[in-house]
Nanobody, 127 residues
């Protein structure tokens, strides 16, 4: 069993920045670097969408077109934590952001590939 806990959400103004963190732990969780990590988001009334993903060693990253150039993903395998650095925020970035883990994966955008999910953290961007 793997637990993922997101933090760092909150209220930001358009053009501002936030950094989300996702810490992994669990009884059966002994190899953080065996997992690719992803960030997804879900806005009210919309489907969950892929934001960014990172491979087990950080060597491969993916971004959706909507955040490319504004967001960056990173991971610290010593801290069992993945980060999402969000810059130049827009009101349309407002959503609940979820962290997810994919054992043996590459961090691609298919949500079905991720076995574990966090509870989410709210990000609200005001205009």
């Amino acid at each position: 069993q793997v637990q993922l806990v997101e933090s760092g959400g909150g209220l930001a103004q358009a053009g501002g920045s936030l950094r989300l963190s996702c810490a992994a732990s669990g009884r059966d969780f002994d190899a953080f670097d065996a997992y690719a990590l992803g960030w997804f988001r879900q806005a009210p009334g919309k489907e969950r969408e892929f934001v960014s993903g990172i491979s087990w060693n950080g060597g491969t990253v993916y971004y959706s077109d909507s955040v490319q150039g504004r967001f960056s993903i990173s991971r610290d395998n010593n801290k069992n934590t993945v980060y999402l650095h969000m810059n130049s925020l827009k009101p349309e970035d407002t959503a609940v952001y979820f962290c997810a883990a994919d054992y043996g994966g590459w961090g691609r955008g298919n949500s079905a590939e991720y076995e574990y999910w966090g509870q989410g953290t709210q990000v609200t961007v005001s205009s």
